[in-house]
């Protein structure tokens, strides 16, 4: 990951955006595999109008047919709420914080059931919860000299 240009990443991603929004206002977008790809490439945007197109995308592709968009809808849905300063609903989003290998599990909804979570294939909140300190492990073992 160090060895990536993020500039160059970020400039690639937001040339790949202009020709998906390009795609989608021409109508050239339209099967759930079409969709899945664009909603992915919004919700690794920057802003909550990209996150939210992510949620609408995918949310179109789940009515089209494709289960498999079912976690993408949660993710993005999520990820929309952290970018406007609230809880995230299903508990797909973990943040790091401070230094290191300090990531957790982003604010979240607790009023959302784990029934709830299961109908967008997310996992129950405790493993949600527990996968933080997964990661956490995986990036000391990465670190380690």
């Not at 970018?83 to 979240?108: A, D, H, I, N, R």
Request: aromatic fraction near 8%; glycine fraction near 6%; charge should be negative.
């Amino acid at each position: 990951m160090s060895a990536i240009d993020w500039s160059t990443v970020a400039r690639e991603d937001e040339a790949r955006r202009a020709q998906t929004l390009t795609l989608l206002r021409a109508g050239r977008l339209t099967t759930p595999t079409d969709l899945v790809g664009a909603a992915f490439l919004f919700q690794h945007g920057n802003c909550p109008q990209h996150y939210r197109l992510a949620n609408l995308l995918s949310a179109q592709a789940i009515a089209r047919g494709d289960e498999r968009a079912r976690w993408l809808y949660a993710a993005t849905y999520d990820r929309w709420q952290r970018s406007l300063g609230q809880p995230q609903k299903y508990g797909t989003q973990y943040v790091s914080v401070g230094e290191g290998c300090q990531f957790q599990l982003e604010p979240y909804d607790p009023a959302t059931t784990d029934r709830e979570r299961a109908r967008y294939d997310v996992p129950p909140i405790a493993q949600a919860l527990a996968q933080a300190d997964e990661i956490n492990a995986e990036c000391e073992k990465n670190q380690a000299p």
